[in-house]
């Protein structure tokens, strides 16, 4: 079959030092860290099977995700850009959805025909942090797209427990095609619901929140504010085309943080009380989060979702002070995210569907991925077939 691969050199930084486990697995726990000259082109790829426990997917749709695109660019060094845990040469490729065409022997949950999105995240289930209901931080972590191979590709085999039905999304929308474009979208959203709900607790009705960032993951927050009632939702954007795209999800003051201060726009929003819930979506910050703690409410919370290897200085005086508190975020997986975003765009309370902005074929995903480095785009898709 046809797939995107990328491919890199294992050349870890002269001040990195790897670990044991890095070196007898050959993943990297920091790969900006440790991969260099990264090759992007898609190429023949082995056709996947399914084992006993898995189904093969005809992949449908896959969405250019920010990781993606940061193994696309390169540093000064030319190290890639993404900060986790990867393992070379993969298929790349993780926001998708797909048509069930074959099921192994032991599945029981799926059915030749079935309409699916699939989890990201490959947990175990037996190791302590699985065991303890935290499947997002397993020890025995699998990532498709980053260590295992991912579905910017015609076939991809999964282990049906991480599988989820979107029919019904396709039923919301009246079209099987639209079904699998949107449903392609759950996974960015899930990550934006387990940040927001499942590890921060979400916010009450009526409070107000703050989105910076409109990128996909911020866009996916600004929509699930929305649903979850926010009584007044700002957002904060330096690309014109996405804060276009956040006032169409539902945001009700978008600004360009380079022409506002964020702060002083927040409190005067709230007559100076401050914003309850703050998703920070950009991955910097250095720059956001400096922001967000001079306009805390009483009782409010910082969720940080977006991806940014750095120390940012915070007062904890002011955290005290306003009884505030913030929450790390990671992943997607448990706690009911999937089925529960399924659920909410099934209803049409969430409808995400007008931050798709671009559509590309298989062959073409080397272009899509140079395209999101604009950084103006909502979600680009990639539709194998």
């Known amino acids: 079959m046809k797939a995107l691969v990328l491919d890199a050199k294992w050349e870890p930084r002269p001040d990195y030092a790897l670990s044991e486990w890095e070196k007898a697995t050959g993943k990297a726990i920091t790969g900006s860290a440790v991969w260099r000259y990264p090759k992007l082109e898609v190429r023949e790829w082995p056709d996947p099977r399914p084992g006993p426990n898995e189904v093969l997917l005809e992949v449908k749709a896959c969405g250019v995700c920010g990781s993606d695109m940061h193994f696309y660019e390169t540093d000064a060094d030319h190290y890639i850009l993404y900060p986790g845990l990867t393992k070379f040469p993969t298929v790349l490729g993780h926001e998708f959805s797909g048509k069930v065409i074959e099921v192994g022997k032991e599945v029981k949950n799926l059915q030749v025909g079935d309409m699916v999105t699939v989890e990201e995240m490959q947990w175990c289930g037996r190791c302590t942090p699985c065991r303890n209901g935290f499947p997002n931080h397993c020890e025995y972590l699998e990532e498709i797209g980053f260590t295992?191979?991912?579905?910017?590709?015609?076939?991809?085999?999964?282990?049906?427990?991480?599988?989820?039905?979107?029919?019904?999304?396709?039923?919301?929308?009246?079209?099987?095609?639209?079904?699998?474009?949107?449903?392609?979208?759950?996974?960015?959203?899930?990550?934006?619901?387990?940040?927001?709900?499942?590890?921060?607790?979400?916010?009450?009705?009526?409070?107000?929140?703050?989105?910076?960032?409109?990128?996909?993951?911020?866009?996916?927050?600004?929509?699930?504010?929305?649903?979850?009632g926010a009584g007044k939702i700002v957002a904060f954007e330096v690309s014109p085309q996405r804060r276009e795209l956040a006032k169409k999800v539902g945001a009700d003051f978008v600004y360009d943080p380079r022409e506002v201060k964020a702060s002083e726009v927040m409190k005067e929003l709230s007559q100076g009380e401050g914003f309850d819930f703050h998703v920070e979506a950009a991955g910097a910050p250095h720059l956001t989060v400096l922001e967000m703690e001079k306009a805390l409410a009483v009782n409010a919370k910082i969720v940080q979702i977006g991806r940014a290897a750095q120390r940012v200085p915070?007062?904890?005086?002011?955290?005290?002070?306003?009884?505030?508190?913030?929450?790390?975020?990671?992943?997607?997986?448990?706690?009911?995210?999937?089925?529960?975003?399924?659920?909410?765009?099934a209803s049409g309370r969430l409808d995400l569907s007008p931050i798709i902005t671009a559509r590309y074929k298989l062959e073409e995903t080397v272009d899509a991925i140079a395209r999101s480095t604009s950084r103006t785009d909502g979600k680009i898709l990639v539709k194998p077939s």
């Open 148 to 228: 295992i191979p991912g579905a910017f590709a015609n076939y991809i085999a999964v282990d049906s427990k991480f599988c989820w039905k979107i029919d019904a999304i396709a039923e919301r929308f009246g079209s099987e095609e639209k079904g699998y474009e949107v449903g392609a979208l759950t996974e960015p959203t899930c990550v934006a619901y387990n940040g927001m709900f499942a590890r921060a607790g979400g916010f009450k009705p009526g409070q107000y929140v703050s989105v910076f960032g409109a990128g996909p993951i911020g866009l996916a927050a600004i929509g699930l504010a929305r649903a979850a």
């Open 314 to 345: 915070m007062y904890l005086e002011t955290l005290q002070v306003r009884g505030s508190q913030v929450f790390g975020a990671q992943g997607h997986s448990g706690n009911g995210t999937f089925p529960n975003v399924i659920r909410l765009v």
